[in-house]
């Protein structure tokens, strides 16, 4: 069964784990000096939160997180159907996590992700020019985008 996923830029990482514990009445199962991430059932979600150079304050993308290879595959075909540029992503290191990914942005420019993840890593990691994908999207509003290309 598919997830939401949804990942917001915070100011304060501590105070925002606390107002989001709160709300969701469950502590974050991944916490580092940059990033927590929640993995609720009640909502079905994956919401991390980030703070520093990897955001920018507010939602920075929706995503569909499968727990397979096979609904990755699914998920794929949708977004191909979409009549939408895709950005194939394939294996990456991004928000502590191994994972299988591909990016497309709606319409009016919000970007969604659909990835699979099958491993922990021990650090943020990157992403490619999501900038590629809308003409609305600028590098500095992309949340796992490397210092130098941000700067570019």
């Given at each position: 069964m598919k997830r939401l996923h949804v990942h917001v830029g915070v100011n304060d990482l501590d105070q925002s784990i606390g107002f989001y514990s709160t709300l969701f009445g469950a502590d974050p199962i991944v916490v580092k000096p940059d990033y927590a991430k929640?993995?609720?059932?009640?909502?079905?979600?994956?919401?991390?939160?980030?703070?520093?150079?990897h955001s920018h304050k507010g939602i920075q993308h929706l995503g569909v997180q499968a727990e397979?290879?096979?609904?990755?595959?699914?998920?794929?075909?949708r977004l191909r159907a979409a009549d939408?540029?895709?950005?194939?992503?394939?294996?990456t290191?991004?928000?502590?996590?191994?994972?299988?990914?591909s990016w497309i942005a709606d319409p009016d420019g919000v970007?969604?992700?659909?990835?699979f993840t099958d491993?922990?890593?021990?650090?943020?990691g990157d992403s490619p020019a999501l900038g590629t994908l809308s003409d609305s999207l600028s590098e500095d509003k992309c949340c796992c985008l490397p210092t130098a290309m941000k700067a570019a």
């Open positions: 929640w993995m609720l059932e009640d909502p079905r979600v994956n919401f991390a939160i980030s703070v520093g150079q397979t290879a096979e609904e990755l595959s699914e998920v794929y075909g939408r540029p895709v950005l194939d992503e394939g294996r290191t991004c928000c502590y996590a191994k994972s299988e990914k970007v969604w992700e659909a990835f491993g922990e890593a021990t650090t943020y």
